[in-house]
């Protein structure tokens, strides 16, 4: 069964770092695009970074700058590395990937989210 796992949420300062991961696992023959969103108290799910598999990134225009997105294509794992953290940037975090099952099959695949809260 395909699943995504993410990790690094919490609690944090603002102006502090966060660094969110994303463990893809199960039947995998290969992933495409991974992405993060989030969605915050009362908002609608953004795209936050987006990394496909040739590498090209993504970026709100809200987190130019301040994030990074990577991948670790061995591990089948995202990162989101999150700098200079505003109180803005509190919110639910998604991992999303497009999943091949094999060379012809493959699906949108979401993790069950991670809270990031950044405190004033």
């Known amino acids: 069964q395909l699943q995504l796992v993410e990790s690094g949420g919490g609690l944090v300062q603002t102006g502090g770092s966060l660094r969110l991961s994303c463990a893809a696992s199960?039947?995998?023959?290969?992933?495409?695009?991974m992405a993060w969103y989030r969605q915050a108290p009362g908002k609608q799910r953004e795209l936050v970074a987006r990394?496909?598999?040739?590498?090209?990134?993504n970026y709100a225009d809200s987190v130019k700058g301040r994030f990074t997105i990577s991948r670790d294509n061995a591990k089948n794992t995202l990162y989101l590395q999150m700098n200079s953290l505003k109180p803005e940037d509190t919110a639910v975090y998604y991992c999303?990937?497009?999943?091949?099952?094999?060379?012809?099959?493959?699906?949108?695949?979401w993790g069950q989210g991670t809270l990031v809260t950044v405190s004033s």
């Open positions: 199960g039947n995998i023959f290969g992933i495409n695009t």
């Open positions: 999303n990937a497009d999943v091949y099952r094999n060379i012809l099959a493959h699906r949108e695949v």
């Open positions: 990394l496909t598999s040739g590498s090209t990134t």
